[in-house]
């Protein structure tokens, strides 16, 4: 048997002398979240809800940015506004709806961009079913920043 395994993220957390609320890091970055409010956590900082989003929408970005660009041309401009709706009784995660706006494409290239990364991003394919997500793709010749 050979399995060759990499490491593929190596997080530590650690509580702060405010309650609810943690340092996550690698020792290259570090990341302030709390707990919920409910819990007694100020909710000021991001929420793991907040970070498991954070972490489709920089997967969707990576994504869009480069995939199906030519060889030598420019990353395209990507912007996504995610949220999570969910009804208040419950105890579901909720649904993702993340509107993408993607620059130089039309609706037929926003759609197989939408489809290559549900194929490929591990992240995505790990909580589509305890967190489904809709893609809202808007195309645009520009986007302004």
């Known amino acids: 048997m050979n399995d060759r395994i990499v490491v593929a993220s190596n997080v530590h957390g650690r509580m702060t002398d ?4 943690y340092v996550i890091g690698d020792g290259g970055f570090e990341i302030v979240s709390d707990g919920s409010i409910r819990s007694g956590a100020p ?4 929420s793991s809800l907040d970070l498991l989003v954070a972490s ?3 997967c969707a970005l990576n994504a869009f940015r480069q995939d199906f660009v030519e060889e030598g041309q420019p990353d395209r401009r990507v912007e996504i506004f995610a949220r999570v709706e969910r009804r208040v009784e419950g105890d579901y995660l909720g649904r993702l709806i993340m509107e993408c706006f993607i620059e130089g494409v039309d609706h ?5 961009l939408v489809e290559e ?7 995505y394919n790990a909580l589509k079913d305890s ?3 809709e893609f809202v793709p808007h195309t645009t010749d520009r986007i302004g920043w």
Request: charged share 40%; proline share 4%; with cysteine.
């Open 43 to 46: 909710g000021e900082a991001a």
């Open 18 to 21: 405010v309650r609810g609320r």
């Open 56 to 58: 489709l929408v920089s």
């Open 131 to 133: 967190l489904p997500v």
């Open 108 to 112: 037929r290239g926003a759609d197989e």
């Open 117 to 123: 990364y549900k194929k490929r991003c591990r992240i």
